[in-house]
């Protein structure tokens, strides 16, 4: 593989000298610091990992293997005999030192409607809702789904199930009933919390009318435990359905938490592969928690009376890391946003870290690149001098992206944090560290401590042991937060992560390494797309087209979007006697079966789509043709029908 393309020299960004002067000091403040600790980190595992369990968690019974089991058998388990609750660690320690400390700022969709939660407070709303779902029957071990938009109630929802020891499986309330019910069934649900309706950039979100239509083909759920989020009059299935408030009011705010074992399930989540059928991955709770407490420490720097503010949204693996678990584990103060980037105004994410005078601030490339296209008065309008770390994640950053958050955002005083992880992870795998590492605008830097990264020719599954390298991106040691199984589907997992390359994790990105050492993550190699920061699998998109009775065959691709950083397009042939079909219509279809953020930008009917002899759709072709690329299409010779292309340009080049 050529590696030309990594002698273009970047501009290197020394870690601001600011942030080296302040005191306290940042945890990490030199290269040499992190590379001594991380060289440590990976030759000696148990040791690292083994200390900080110690140091960041708070034990029912102390563990006494720190790990155990390995890739080979998919068995890793990590500190197997301690016992712990993952929201006594969240809450409960915090709220007996500092019951008056806030836990969450919550930033309504309205400006001024903000409200503060303190762990006190927390604590008692926890136990509360822990004693509902008790009083209804939830029990350790038990799948919860939830389905919530951004409010603290969301919050008091995933705590309240870790503290039963039921497993949370947390559905993004933009997904669509089909998509709900689909994840319902598979984690076998029998309750579900959701809320009347949701408010996002001032539209409002008909959240329990989604659950109702999802349940139509649920007949196991039992019980529906409804927030009022606007209080609007929604509809009502007694005795399935309960009100949150109603149910609330019943129970008294202490609820002890459940002993729970190092490696029991502390949460489900879906996350689009390769095929159509989403995965339920699971994450056990200490690892989980470990991951989650250890990066923000480190990767934010977080100090005692930091705010911290992640615009993720709880439904993603980032709500649910940066959100909830790691700040909260820390003690920290964690802004839970509940609107968009640009409500009421393109201003709205700086009049929050002003307002709250915000430490860290953590979000996406694409909300990035959409902000910077309002320029940088609605910035710099505010304060944003609380400001120390700002990070990116979830796709590539754009060094032009990564340029513009930092001067503008970051007015140069600033960390800048590209960060690199996935579902799978549970929690941040390649990163800067704000007092450590000079950065290079794109790349996501160095391995986080414990991660033993390494590239491997994806042909011959081998280490490129060469500073300069291309391939893909792999994990030779276990580390505490990554995924133990896919839910009830534990060869699934094998395949998927640990059979492609034995002895390594799989991670299903490309990877470069530039001269010093820095990575550049490349993308996926698989069939995933990314829009927006949103995992899609093409499989996905292609089931919900053909769900369309006009549609015969469907192929779904990802092209480079200036905003978005992909976004989908999409072939369809039609049935006989359907050739008037609108494409609108098709764009409907995977709406409604997936959710609005997988809308295919575009929709071309075509007559055939580029098939191999054995039937396996050529989506490199289709690519090449949109993005223009006829003269250098590749070896057609393995299609059925080579003759087919010509047409298939003409009619793409038409529409
Ligand atoms: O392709 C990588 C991309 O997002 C994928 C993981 O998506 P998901 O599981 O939804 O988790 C997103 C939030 C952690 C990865 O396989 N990705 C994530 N972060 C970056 C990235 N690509 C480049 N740079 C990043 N910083």
């Given at each position: 593989m050529s590696t030309d393309h990594l002698n273009v020299e970047f501009k290197l960004h020394p870690v601001p000298e600011c942030l080296l002067s302040r005191n306290p000091p940042p945890h990490v403040n030199s290269?040499?610091?992190?590379?001594?600790?991380?060289e440590e980190s990976v030759k000696n595992p148990t040791e690292f990992w083994g200390k900080l369990a110690n140091e960041l968690l708070t034990w029912h019974t102390p563990f006494k293997t720190v790990l155990s089991?390995?890739?080979?058998?998919g068995d890793v388990t990590w500190f197997r005999e301690g016992e712990l609750n993952a929201s006594y660690n969240c809450v409960d320690r915090h709220a007996i030192k500092n019951p008056d400390k806030v836990a969450i700022i919550y930033e309504a969709d309205e400006?001024?409607?903000d409200r503060k939660i303190?762990?006190?407070?927390?604590?008692?709303?926890v136990c509360r809702f822990a004693n509902v779902l008790k009083a209804h029957g939830v029990k350790k071990g038990d799948t919860v789904a939830i389905y919530m938009p951004m409010v603290p109630e969301a919050v008091v929802a995933f705590l309240a199930c870790a503290r039963l020891g039921a497993i949370h499986s947390v559905v993004f309330a933009g997904f669509s009933?089909?998509?709900?019910?689909?994840?319902?069934?598979?984690a076998s649900s029998r309750f579900i919390i959701t809320a009347d309706e949701g408010r996002r950039g001032g539209k409002t979100i008909h959240t329990k009318k989604i659950v109702d239509e999802a349940l139509l083909g649920c007949p196991d759920v039992e019980r529906v435990f409804v927030f009022r989020r606007t209080g609007s009059s929604v509809p009502f299935c007694s005795p399935r359905d309960v009100w949150w408030h109603e149910e609330l009011d019943k129970q008294?705010?202490?609820?002890?938490?459940?002993?729970?074992?190092?490696?029991?399930?502390?949460?489900?989540?879906?996350?689009?592969?390769?095929?159509?059928?989403?995965?339920?991955?699971?994450?056990?709770?200490?690892?989980?928690?470990?991951?989650?407490?250890?990066?923000?420490?480190y990767v934010f720097d977080y100090q005692d009376g930091d705010i911290y503010g992640c615009m993720a949204d709880i439904g993603w693996i980032t709500g649910h890391t940066y959100i909830i678990y790691g700040p909260l584990a820390l003690g920290g103060t964690s802004v839970l946003f509940e609107?968009?980037?640009?409500?009421?105004?393109?201003?709205?994410?700086?009049?929050?870290?002003?307002?709250?005078k915000i430490t860290q601030f953590y979000t996406a490339p694409t909300a990035i690149r959409?902000?910077?296209k309002f320029g940088r008065e609605p910035v710099d309008c505010h304060d944003l001098s609380s400001l120390r770390v700002i990070g990116s994640v979830g796709e590539p950053i754009n060094p032009e992206a990564w340029e513009w958050y930092n001067e503008v955002v970051g007015r140069n005083v600033c960390s800048v944090v590209d960060t690199y992880w996935q579902t799978e992870t549970g929690s941040i795998i390649v990163t800067p560290l704000p007092g450590a590492t000079a950065t290079k605008p794109g790349s996501a830097t160095f391995p986080f401590f414990g991660i033993d990264l390494v590239v491997l020719n994806p042909e011959t599954g081998e280490e490129i042991k060469t500073t300069e390298a291309e391939g893909v991106l792999a994990i030779r040691k276990p580390w505490p937060s990554m995924t133990r199984s896919v839910y009830n589907d534990h060869n699934r997992y094998l395949d998927t992560y640990l059979r492609p390359f034995k002895g390594y994790y799989f991670s299903g990105d490309g990877v470069g390494r530039d001269c010093n050492g820095y990575y550049w993550i490349r993308g996926r190699v698989d069939d995933v797309i990314n829009v927006a920061g949103h995992r899609l699998s093409t499989a996905e998109i292609e089931s919900a087209l053909i769900m369309h009775n006009a549609t015969a065959e469907a192929a779904a691709i990802g092209v480079a979007s200036e905003l978005k950083g992909q976004c989908v397009h999409a072939f369809v042939t039609l049935k006989p006697n359907c050739e008037n079909t609108d494409v609108k219509d098709l764009i409907l279809q995977v709406r409604k079966s997936i959710g609005p953020f997988a809308a295919p930008e575009k929709v071309y009917i075509v007559n055939d789509l580029p098939k191999t002899r054995s039937g396996k759709i050529m989506r490199r072709v289709l690519r090449k043709i949109v993005d223009g690329q006829t003269d250098s299409l590749g070896d057609l010779s393995t299609l059925a029908d080579p003759k087919m292309v010509d047409t298939l340009i003409e009619t793409i080049k038409k529409s």
């Open positions: 290269f040499e610091q992190y590379k001594k600790i991380h089991g390995g890739f080979e058998h400006p001024g409607q303190t762990y006190g407070e927390l604590l008692r709303d009933s089909e998509s709900l019910r689909n994840r319902i069934l598979d008294r705010p202490h609820c002890p938490p459940e002993i729970c074992n190092a490696e029991d399930p502390l949460f489900i989540l879906y996350t689009s592969g390769s095929t159509g059928k989403p995965k339920g991955l699971l994450h056990t709770t200490a690892g989980y928690l470990l991951g989650a407490a250890t990066t923000v420490k609107s968009t980037p640009v409500y009421p105004s393109p201003s709205r994410y700086w009049e929050v870290v002003a307002k709250h959409l902000l910077r």
